[in-house]
C-alpha cells in the first residue's frame, strides 16, 4: 500500500492566517492593517460622503479585505499644487503674501 503525501499547499489545521490575507477582517484587526485607531475605524464605518463597506452579524462589525482596499484606494488625495499657475496669478499671490512695506499699491 503507497504512503499517503500531504500537498505542501494542504492548510494545516489550528493555524490561522495573518490579518493581511484575511477575507474578512473585525474593527481591531483593520485598525492594526491600516495602522489607525478603532475609533476611527469605527467612524469611517458611518462616514460621510465615502463610508467604509461593511457587514454586521449580530454586534459584530466585519470589513470584507477586498472592500477595505478599494475604500483606502478612494480616499486618495492628489496635491494641489500652484506649478500649473501662470505667472501673473502667482506674482499676484507673492504680493499678497508680501508684507504691508513692500506692497505695490499702483497710484
Known sequence: MPALSIP??????????????RAYLSVAQAAMV????????R???HGVGRPLP??????RVLIARAD????????RVLPTV?????GDVAEL???????????????
Do not use: C
Open 82 to 86: 500652484a506649478a500649473g499657475v501662470s
Open 93 to 107: 499671490l507673492q504680493r499678497l503674501h508680501a508684507p504691508h512695506g513692500r506692497r505695490h499699491r499702483g497710484r
Open 8 to 21: 505542501a499547499a494542504a492548510p494545516i489545521f489550528g493555524t490561522r492566517p495573518a490579518d493581511n490575507q
Open 43 to 45: 467612524r469611517a464605518l
Open 68 to 75: 477595505l482596499d478599494r475604500w483606502v484606494a478612494a480616499q
Open 54 to 59: 461593511h457587514h454586521r452579524i449580530g454586534r
Open 34 to 41: 491600516l495602522g489607525v485607531s478603532e475609533k476611527t475605524v
